[in-house]
T-cell receptor
Framework: EAGVAQSPRYKIIEKRQSVAFWCNPI?????LYWYQQILGQGPKLLIQ????????DSQLPKDRFSAERLKGVDSTLKIQPAKLEDSAVYLC???????????FGQGTRLTVV | AQSVTQLGSHVSVSEGALVLLRCNYS??????LFWYVQYPNQGLQLLLK??????LVKGINGFEAEFKKSETSFHLTKPSAHMSDAAEYFC??????????????FGQGTILTVHP
């Protein structure tokens, strides 16, 4: 079974630029999550989708971050404009409906200079 | 609100020695508990989880953890460390309600170093 796919693996941008990350969850998984992992910290949930609807985006900085999950499959996370403090690894995870744990992708490492 | 505290950001053991990584949680209702491992430049891999039932949980790679409600702890152990166990380990909690599944709150992580 293929795992959660994310691209790109690495991205370097200048502050105030925009960037987008892509995630393809495990086939059939209804729930999709985006987590932000700042160096030296544990991951923090940004947003949770159930199919193509948002379940929880309470920790998403909506002034600059946006996310969508078209057709309930792939998802994109966008940052516009980026700040230095957005430097982090962005992890996508998915789980089947009713499943207790999440399955993680390898992440996208963003560096904002 | 839920929170997780991992005691010790770095743990160093010799190969063959006992591994003990400490995790304490705070939650108003009994949560679900998880341990994940992260190798350099990789995502998170589930080691084990506690949801209900037996409080001693066995996971992959010889790891196990015991849920102690009275101590609000979920410490991770392995009897004999192997060089390949060197990685960062995260303890996490999630709500035990269906709507909360997968909404993980992580600790700060513990980096495990294994010496020959």
């Amino acid at each position: 079974e293929a795992g959660v796919a994310q691209s790109p693996r690495y991205k370097i941008i200048e502050k105030r630029q925009s960037v987008a990350f892509w995630c393809n969850p495990i086939s059939g998984h209804a729930t999709l999550y985006w987590y932000q992992q700042i160096l030296g910290q544990g991951p923090k949930l940004l947003i949770q989708f159930q199919n193509n609807g948002v379940v929880d985006d309470s920790q998403l900085p909506k002034d600059r971050f946006s996310a969508e999950r078209l057709k309930g499959v792939d998802s994109t996370l966008k940052i516009q404009p980026a700040k230095l403090e957005d430097s982090a690894v962005y992890l996508c995870a998915s789980s089947p409906r009713g499943h207790t744990e999440a399955f993680f992708g390898q992440g996208t490492r963003l560096t904002v200079v | 609100a839920q929170s997780v505290t991992q005691l010790g950001s770095h743990v160093s053991v010799s190969e063959g020695a006992l591994v003990l990584l400490r995790c304490n949680y705070s939650s108003s209702v009994p949560p679900y508990l998880f341990w994940y491992v992260q190798y350099p430049n990789q995502g998170l891999q589930l080691l084990l989880k506690y949801t209900t039932g037996a409080t001693l949980v066995k996971g992959i790679n010889g790891f196990e953890a015991e849920f102690k409600k009275s101590e609000t702890s979920f410490h991770l152990t392995k009897p004999s460390a192997h060089m390949s166990d060197a990685a960062e380990y995260f303890c996490a909690v999630s709500p035990s309600s269906l709507r909360g599944y997968g909404k993980l709150t992580f600790g700060q992580g513990t980096i495990l170093t294994v010496h020959p």
